[in-house]
């Protein structure tokens, strides 16, 4: 089955730096896009950054410049480095795939950054 687990996150500064990790297995890897989504308190599941299958980025306005997502097929994990944290940047955030029309997620990692 579909497994997907994210690693990384922590309280951080504002400034300050953090690298997310997701393990995925249960499909063939290299073949799907993945992405990282946040949900910040009292706020809806956002798209953070996605990475096709063949290394096409996209980012959200909020990100552009700050993050950049990238992906070890030999590995199995998409990474997300996280510079320049603002506050803002407060969420849990989530390793996501799409599979045959099937939204899949992990548990999610929790990322704190403090003023």
């Known amino acids: 089955q579909v497994q997907l687990v994210e690693s990384g996150g922590g309280l951080v500064q504002a400034g300050g730096s953090l690298l997310l990790a997701c393990v995925a297995s249960?499909?063939?890897?290299?073949?799907?896009?993945m992405a990282w989504y946040r949900q910040g308190p009292g706020k809806q599941r956002e798209l953070v950054a996605r990475i096709s299958s063949g290394d096409v980025l996209n980012y959200a306005d909020s990100v552009k410049g700050r993050f950049t997502i990238s992906r070890d097929n030999a590995k199995n994990t998409v990474y997300l480095q996280m510079n320049s944290l603002k506050p803002e940047d407060t969420a849990v955030y989530y390793c996501?795939?799409?599979?045959?029309?099937?939204?899949?997620w992990g548990q999610g990692t929790q990322v704190t950054v403090s003023s």
């Open positions: 996501g795939v799409t599979i045959n029309w099937h939204d899949y």
């Open positions: 249960g499909f063939v890897f290299s073949r799907n896009h």
